[in-house]
T-cell receptor, first 114, second 116 residues
Framework: DAKTTQPPSMDCAEGRAANLPCNHSTISGNEYVYWYRQIHSQGPQYIIHGLKNNETNEMASLIITEDRKSSTLILPHATLRDTAVYYCIVRVANSGAGSYQLTFGKGTKLSVIP | ETGVTQTPRHLVMGMTNKKSLKCEQHLGHNAMYWYKQSAKKPLELMFVYNFKEQTENNSVPSRFSPECPNSSHLFLHLHTLQPEDSALYLC???????????????FGPGTRLLVL
């Protein structure tokens, strides 16, 4: 699976949009971009995933560049409860043996400030 | 609530003890996972079960012994652990570890283990 690079930490004012970048310059054509987050002392939580097109759900939006070498997770109106470590993961879908693993890096620690 | 529960939430054990961690998923999934998260380290995959069969063991020491009696339950049996095994142990499940293509893993809250 392709390696990802994320800033170690970011701050965001409450009520503002939080834009979390991720670089995945070695991504392959069949690799998806996933975002998970982990609130302190809890298990990781799935947020969103995408392949080529931008995606939106009730939690966030995912913007993937045309060359797919980077993406941005957008939390449109950050709240204090969004303070967490956000992980960007790229992974091949349905690749058979060895496809189960989600490789978590160090992620971005997002602090939402009142 | 993710539909994945883990018990106990906290556990303190000595190096000579034997204990078990339990995970249960209420999502109808067929794949279950154990992850380990040590302080200031990324999550590490330990074991994968798909349709009750172990399909992956990431070079985990034999003092950790998984058991998957059915698709809804997963255990991690612990014996003669070391202090460096102290960590957050996370269970996850997904629809199908092989055939579902793009799939989401749902995590439990974890068991915080301290080995003295």
């Amino acid at each position: 699976d392709a390696k990802t690079t994320q800033p170690p930490s970011m701050d965001c004012a409450e009520g503002r949009a939080a834009n979390l970048p991720c670089n995945h310059s070695t991504i392959s054509g069949n690799e998806y971009v996933y975002w998970y987050r982990q609130i302190h002392s809890q298990g990781p939580q799935y947020i969103i995933h995408g392949l080529k097109n931008n995606e939106t759900n009730e939690m966030a939006s995912l913007i993937i560049t045309e060359d797919r070498k980077s993406s941005t997770l957008i939390l449109p109106h950050a709240t204090l409860r969004d303070t967490a470590v956000y992980y960007c993961i790229v992974r091949v879908a349905n690749s058979g043996a060895g496809s189960y693993q989600l490789t978590f890096g160090k992620g971005t620690k997002l602090s939402v400030i009142p | 609530e993710t539909g994945v529960t883990q018990t106990p939430r906290h556990l303190v054990m000595g190096m000579t003890n034997k204990k078990s961690l339990k995970c249960e998923q209420h999502l109808g999934h067929n794949a279950m996972y154990w992850y380990k998260q040590s302080a200031k380290k990324p999550l590490e995959l330990m074991f994968v079960y798909n349709f009750k069969e172990q399909t992956e063991n990431n070079s985990v020491p034999s003092r950790f012994s998984p058991e998957c009696p059915n698709s809804s339950h997963l255990f991690l049996h612990l014996h003669t652990l070391q202090p460096e095994d102290s960590a957050l142990y996370l269970c996850a499940s997904s629809q199908d570890g092989v055939l579902a293509g793009v799939e989401t893993q749902y995590f439990g809250p974890g068991t915080r283990l301290l080995v003295l």
